[in-house]
């Protein structure tokens, strides 16, 4: 019989140990069906994300929020203000951060968590995700070319946006105490990276270290969340401290990533809702063999956590609501029985 608590549990992977079961990160939250609360949850903060509902992220990109996946807000279709990266300083405007009660506002976070933190081991987002950011402001084709044209600009304004985060997150790291530092920047498509890993050293690297040394000197776990074919950026990150990485998508070659890093780098992933998984017809049998094929796959030694949902098709998806409780519900009862 499991004695530890799911935080304790979470926290022995993140610390390259053999856990008590496979842990599950969660993206949704609890689940219907699940016996278990997810063993992690995000420290909540305008400061970080800014108030989406104002229908505007941090940094003023206009967001809207999307049906066809669950109503999450993602930047408004062709709706960019940054036309010109030379011109980033009369558009990207830092929030006011004086007179900032910052004991007051990692209370008001913390109070706001559903979860006993106790029990469910709590990430601290890091800010940051530079390149989104910067897709966001111009489109992928003026941002991407950015890189190219005008390099010192981008470095100029990614330094800018970085002084920003790396105050918030000097100055509430310590009140918040968080379990792990949850860091974030999608850089990869299905197929290959965005930007070469010449381009991720040269622009993102030095700022992701950077927050990572307020993780590293208090001994707190990093992980990085990163989509796509990104598996060749992880010899840096792992040299600067992340020891964690979802969602790892099959795009990847996850038993070699495996072989190489062992349990220094836990995998969160190896699960995709995709072809028969996504079939109208298809059976709770179907997707629960689909995550004991997982677990069978990649999690033997340790090192690896499901980091798996699918994605609401609309603000009311009860299909896919049920399909998720049936994932979950498998990752917690074969979870708990797979290292016995």
Known sequence: MAHLTPKENFLRVLRGDIPEWVPSFSYYGALPGVDDDPPNMSFGSNLFMGDMSTGKDLWGVPVESVNAVGGFCLPK?????????????????????????????????????????????????????????????????????????????????????????????????????????????????????????????????????????????????????????SAVFFDDLVRIGVNSWEPVQLVNDIHAIQAKFGRHLVIGGGWEGRGRLIEADVTDEEIRQSVRDAFDAYAPNGGYMLAAAYTPGSLDDKRTAHWNAVLQNEAYVYGHTFYK
Request: aromatic share 14%; glycine share 8%.
């Open 77 to 229: 279709p062709g709706a960019f203000i940054l036309k010109d990266i030379r011109n980033w300083r009369d558009v990207i405007k830092a929030p006011d951060l004086s007179n900032i009660d910052w004991e007051r506002v990692a209370k008001d976070g913390l109070d706001k968590l559903p979860y006993d933190r106790k029990n469910v081991a709590m990430g601290m987002s890091g800010g940051g995700g530079y390149f989104l950011h910067l897709m966001g402001f111009m489109g992928f084709t003026e941002g991407l070319l950015s890189y190219y044209e005008e390099p010192d600009a981008v470095k100029e304004l990614y330094a800018y946006m970085h002084e920003y985060y790396m105050t918030v997150q000097t100055n509430l790291f310590d009140y918040v105490q968080p379990d792990f530092l949850s860091l974030s920047d999608d850089v990869a498509a299905e197929r290959a990276p965005f930007i070469s890993e010449e381009m991720y050293r040269e622009f993102l690297l030095p700022l992701y270290d950077d927050l990572a040394r307020l993780a590293r000197n208090r001994g707190v776990p990093i992980n990085m969340h990163n989509c796509g074919a």
